[in-house]
């Protein structure tokens, strides 16, 4: 019998007001949600598409920290290497056979990426809004300027 275990859902508290960073913070919420309801006949794709966006999606993030010279985004960016090393762990011990730590992995991500989008990502978003960056352009109209005053890492 598989283990199920409840999927993040989209809620409120998880909004930026950055549409392009909530944009794909919703997709991320979603896919967590479909490995929720897959197969086990499934799963393991599945799981490599969550890894394949969680790495584009941390990719941005962390070229946006870079671009704009967020203070605190080595600590960001290093929890975003920490994550994906773990997903793909578990990705491994999936395709030994282990479904149900995958499950669970999904289930334990969804509380991780709750507390990391209220509290790293909230403060690269009012980072990012201050210094008035377009993501499309890579430009920012504010001068960049380290700031450690938003987003630490404790």
């Known amino acids: 019998m598989t283990q199920t275990y409840p999927s993040l859902e989209w809620n409120n508290d998880l909004v930026l007001d950055l549409n392009f960073m909530d944009d794909t913070h ?9 490995v929720t309801e897959v197969t086990d006949e499934a799963l393991l794709p599945l799981w490599d598409s969550v890894i394949a966006h969680t790495q584009a999606h941390f990719d941005r993030e962390d070229r946006w920290m870079e671009q704009t010279q967020f203070g605190p985004g080595s600590c960001h960016s290093r929890e975003h290497s920490q994550m994906l090393q773990i997903m793909r762990e578990v990705a491994k011990r999936g395709a030994a056979g282990n ?43 504010q001068p960049a300027e380290a700031d450690v005053s938003v987003g630490g890492c404790g």
Do not use: K
């Open 26 to 34: 919703r997709e991320f919420v979603d896919l967590l949600a479909q």
């Open 99 to 141: 479904l149900a730590m995958v499950r669970q992995m999904n289930h334990e991500l969804g509380i991780w990426f709750n507390t990391h989008a209220q509290g790293m990502d909230a403060g690269l978003a009012e980072h990012l809004r201050a210094v008035e960056f377009d993501p499309v352009t890579g430009a920012f109209t």
